[in-house]
């Protein structure tokens, strides 16, 4: 995943950091490009938790659809959460060499003469390990390059109807690099001392959009696809 990086300058400030983000006080906006275009709305799935009441992606599973009936089964899922709030078209052509290359050559590009792609906006509600990517398989629109989860794409855990199990030995390998990045961050005013400082530069890909008395917004000017 590329894009926005926060750091903490602090164990105080990182603890700060993760409670704001538990209380879905700080945004954060992603762009992924698929083969098809993600549904646009409110997007939920079912998020398995581990031993330790969270997901551990050491060995990664399928989602399930929220209208599954779980029965008893209820405290070892959790709701997760994204909203779809833009699918556009992007011409091949438009991306770098490299990108276009990595898409042309795709053993899972299920239209390699096919000219275009999509660039999704997605703003994330809750924020649990591979999340977006998950949420995205399961829907069928696997994010380009995502070779873990590109194998399982339309897949979702169906219990113990399901006839592939958890998908654990459907998974590929961790990619080196997936077509997403981390582009917009608004964050608390309390959380940081940041001036509004506004960069120009052409080698710069980051932009401090607004400052107000309650929040913060960083964006990327660019993506790292775009030529």
Not at 85 to 99: F, H, N
């Amino acid at each position: 995943t590329g894009g926005l990086l926060t750091l903490a300058n602090s164990s105080s400030a990182a603890a700060n950091y993760h409670n704001l983000m538990k209380d879905q006080r700080i945004k954060k906006f992603y762009k992924a490009l698929t083969y098809s275009p993600v549904p646009l709305g409110l997007i939920q799935h079912l998020f398995p938790k581990s031993s330790n009441g969270r997901h551990s992606n050491a060995k990664p599973t399928l989602l399930r659809n929220v209208q599954m009936n779980l029965n008893n089964d209820d405290s070892n899922w959790q709701i997760v959460e994204l909203i779809a709030l833009e699918s556009k078209i992007r011409t091949i052509s438009s991306l770098q060499p490299t990108i276009q290359h990595q898409i042309t050559s795709d053993p899972y590009n299920p239209n390699p003469s096919q000219d275009f792609i999509y660039e999704n906006y997605i703003q994330l509600i809750t924020g649990k390990t591979h999340q977006i990517r998950l949420q995205l398989a399961a829907l069928g629109h696997a994010i380009i390059g995502d070779s873990r989860y590109q194998p399982v794409n339309g897949l979702v855990d169906e219990g113990p109807l399901t006839s592939h199990s958890d998908g654990s030995l459907l998974f590929g390998r961790e990619p080196k690099s997936i077509m997403l990045e981390c582009h917009r961050l608004e964050i608390p005013r309390e959380l940081t001392s940041v001036e509004e400082t506004t960069s120009n530069s052409n080698k710069s890909s980051l932009i401090l959009s607004s400052l107000d008395r309650d929040k913060i917004v960083f964006s990327s000017k660019r993506s790292f696809w775009d030529i």
